[in-house]
Protein backbone atom coordinates (compact mmCIF):
# COMPACT_ATOMS: atom_id res chain seq x y z
CA UNK A 1 0.00 0.00 0.00
CA UNK A 2 3.10 2.41 0.38
CA UNK A 3 4.27 2.19 -3.06
CA UNK A 4 0.14 2.75 -4.27
CA UNK A 5 0.38 5.87 -2.24
CA UNK A 6 3.80 6.91 -3.73
CA UNK A 7 3.08 6.05 -6.97
CA UNK A 8 -0.27 8.26 -6.66
CA UNK A 9 1.15 11.06 -5.72
CA UNK A 10 3.85 11.26 -8.54
CA UNK A 11 0.78 10.86 -10.67
CA UNK A 12 -1.26 13.51 -9.52
CA UNK A 13 1.97 16.16 -9.76
CA UNK A 14 2.33 14.52 -13.28
CA UNK A 15 -1.25 15.52 -14.13
CA UNK A 16 -0.84 19.25 -12.85
CA UNK A 17 1.63 19.63 -14.80
CA UNK A 18 0.34 18.23 -17.98
CA UNK A 19 -2.85 20.40 -16.98
CA UNK A 20 -0.95 23.43 -16.22
CA UNK A 21 0.92 22.77 -19.92
CA UNK A 22 -2.60 23.81 -21.98
CA UNK A 23 -2.59 27.07 -20.27
CA UNK A 24 0.92 28.85 -20.40
CA UNK A 25 4.49 27.77 -20.15
CA UNK A 26 5.42 29.14 -16.93
CA UNK A 27 3.79 26.81 -14.28
CA UNK A 28 4.66 23.65 -16.12
CA UNK A 29 8.41 24.79 -15.46
CA UNK A 30 7.76 25.87 -12.30
CA UNK A 31 6.16 22.52 -11.07
CA UNK A 32 8.86 20.07 -10.94
CA UNK A 33 10.72 22.38 -8.13
CA UNK A 34 8.28 21.16 -5.89
CA UNK A 35 9.78 18.48 -3.75
CA UNK A 36 7.34 15.69 -4.84
CA UNK A 37 9.57 12.96 -5.65
CA UNK A 38 12.15 14.19 -2.79
CA UNK A 39 8.86 13.65 -0.62
CA UNK A 40 8.45 10.45 -1.91
CA UNK A 41 11.97 9.21 -1.80
CA UNK A 42 11.98 10.78 2.34
CA UNK A 43 8.82 8.80 2.99
CA UNK A 44 10.77 5.56 1.58
CA UNK A 45 13.79 6.27 3.67
CA UNK A 46 11.93 7.86 7.10
CA UNK A 47 10.04 4.85 7.58
CA UNK A 48 13.27 3.00 8.04
CA UNK A 49 13.22 5.22 11.23
CA UNK A 50 17.27 5.81 10.91
CA UNK A 51 17.57 9.49 11.19
CA UNK A 52 20.74 9.23 9.72
CA UNK A 53 20.11 7.51 6.74
CA UNK A 54 17.17 10.14 6.16
CA UNK A 55 19.78 12.84 6.72
CA UNK A 56 22.09 10.91 3.52
CA UNK A 57 19.05 10.52 1.38
CA UNK A 58 18.60 14.88 1.95
CA UNK A 59 22.16 15.60 1.28
CA UNK A 60 22.13 13.14 -1.92
CA UNK A 61 19.15 14.81 -3.20
CA UNK A 62 20.79 18.33 -2.77
CA UNK A 63 24.26 17.12 -4.33
CA UNK A 64 21.09 16.28 -7.58
CA UNK A 65 20.38 20.18 -8.01
CA UNK A 66 23.61 21.07 -10.46
CA UNK A 67 22.92 17.87 -12.93
CA UNK A 68 19.28 19.11 -12.30
CA UNK A 69 20.44 22.60 -13.78
CA UNK A 70 22.81 21.54 -16.47
CA UNK A 71 19.77 19.32 -17.72
CA UNK A 72 17.70 22.40 -17.76
CA UNK A 73 20.21 24.33 -20.00
CA UNK A 74 21.28 21.40 -22.11
CA UNK A 75 17.61 20.83 -23.12
CA UNK A 76 17.16 24.71 -23.77
CA UNK A 77 19.94 24.99 -25.56
CA UNK A 78 19.21 21.92 -27.75
CA UNK A 79 15.66 23.36 -28.08
CA UNK A 80 16.39 25.30 -30.66
CA UNK A 81 18.52 22.94 -33.43
CA UNK A 82 17.17 19.95 -32.61
CA UNK A 83 12.89 18.09 -32.17
CA UNK A 84 11.62 18.81 -28.66
CA UNK A 85 12.36 14.57 -27.82
CA UNK A 86 15.57 14.96 -29.28
CA UNK A 87 16.39 17.54 -27.32
CA UNK A 88 14.88 15.95 -23.92
CA UNK A 89 16.93 12.68 -24.62
CA UNK A 90 20.22 14.79 -24.63
CA UNK A 91 19.61 16.80 -21.44
CA UNK A 92 19.26 13.75 -20.05
CA UNK A 93 22.38 12.25 -21.07
CA UNK A 94 24.09 15.79 -20.03
CA UNK A 95 22.23 15.10 -16.46
CA UNK A 96 23.53 11.41 -16.69
CA UNK A 97 27.40 12.96 -17.06
CA UNK A 98 27.18 15.60 -14.86
CA UNK A 99 25.05 13.38 -11.97
CA UNK A 100 27.91 10.28 -12.31
CA UNK A 101 30.66 12.44 -11.87
CA UNK A 102 29.11 14.32 -8.55
CA UNK A 103 28.25 10.57 -7.30
CA UNK A 104 31.73 8.75 -8.64
CA UNK A 105 33.88 11.58 -8.93
CA UNK A 106 35.19 11.56 -5.55
CA UNK A 107 35.80 7.65 -5.80
CA UNK A 108 37.94 8.36 -9.35
CA UNK A 109 40.15 10.83 -7.12
Do not use: H, Q
Not at 8 to 31: D, E, H, K, Q, Y
Amino acid sequence: MDVLWKGIVGGLVTMAIVLASRRGNVLPGILPLAPTFAIIALLAVGSKGEAGAFRETCLAGARTIPAYLVFLGAAWWLAGPLDYRLAILGALAAWLVVALVIFLGPRWL
